[in-house]
């Protein structure tokens, strides 16, 4: 009886460290290595740091946040083919137009911009554009107050009279770019005095200290509130919406389909507005972009 009863012991035991295995090697299956990753300035860190961070607190899956290290959409479409990233935040009017190659038609909205750009990306890479976050980070050109007030400078249209006589100051991605500098002097007419390229994180000082007139910027920097800076107007309508919307390969998103449905939680909660905001935060109030983000996530009711 004894031998019976330590044999029933013995298979018990035995069965349940089975079961033990077999579950510990189902959850190293059901999670993935996720690197989310950004190009170099504020409003991409802060996402990054955003959607990272929402992955941690909501997932399984090793997420690394990596703010930085990738200076345009090709190098992170790049990065995204290799392997190295599987999660980034890009601009609808950046894909269409400067990935794939398009050109914006007269009955463009939006809505069709995002979903060209969406099939466009399946098709050419196999990258999955998720929902949009809220934000239109456009670009926008701004000035000094009180310059443009002296010259009666509110649109892009009233730049162009001034505009042999002003210096304009950009980085020099924008100078590259498709829909950049010269397509914006020839779609308006401008004719500067000068340009001067310089990383963005340096320009604004640069315009304070009038080393240059008007600066080409993103439309949701916080520090063109808070710095009291004239965002003038594209009143002819140059440049296209460039809506962010996080992206991932399709195949992760086949394997993880949670991935998709925790930053897809981010749908619509970042405005022009808030996102100006978390920016400032960073840039005037010096918060490091972590510390944004968790707020953020948080007063969101995304985290607890």
Request: proline share 3%; glycine share 6%; charged share 25%.
């Amino acid at each position: 009886m004894k031998k019976w009863l330590i044999l029933l012991v013995s298979l018990v035991l035995l069965l349940s460290a089975c079961s033990q295995n077999k579950t510990s090697a189902g959850d190293a299956q059901s999670s993935a290595k996720i690197v989310v990753a950004s190009k170099n300035f504020t409003e991409q860190y802060v996402l990054a740091q955003i959607m990272g961070q929402l992955l941690q607190n909501k997932t399984k899956h090793q997420v690394t946040i990596k703010e930085g290290g990738y200076a345009a959409s090709a190098v992170l479409n790049q990065g995204m083919k290799d392997g190295d990233i599987q999660v980034f935040v890009d601009y609808t009017g950046t894909g269409y137009i400067n990935v794939l190659k398009n050109t914006l038609k007269p009955d463009d909205t939006p809505d069709s911009v995002f979903q060209k750009t969406k099939e466009g990306y399946d098709k050419q890479f196999g990258f999955q554009w998720l929902e949009p976050l809220g934000m239109n980070n456009t670009f926008t050109l701004i000035m000094k107050e009180d310059k443009a007030k002296a010259l009666n400078i509110n649109s892009f249209s009233d730049l162009v009279a001034h505009s042999k006589d002003l210096v304009i100051g950009m980085d020099a991605a924008f100078y590259a770019r498709t829909d950049g500098y010269k397509g914006l002097t020839d779609k308006y007419g401008m004719k500067f005095k000068d340009f001067k390229e310089m990383d963005i994180s340096l320009a604004f000082s640069a315009l304070a200290d009038s080393k240059f007139d008007v600066l080409v910027a993103y439309a949701t920097d916080g520090r063109i509130p808070a710095l009291k800076l004239k965002s003038l107007k594209d009143d002819k309508g140059y440049f296209p919406p460039y809506f962010a919307a996080p992206i991932v390969p399709k195949t992760l998103i086949e394997k993880y389909p949670d991935v998709a449905q925790v930053l897809n939680q981010l749908a619509g909660k970042l405005d022009d507005k808030t996102m100006s905001e978390l920016n400032a935060k960073v840039d005037m109030d010096k918060k490091p972009t972590a510390e944004v983000a968790k707020e953020f996530l948080t007063k969101s009711g995304l985290i607890k």
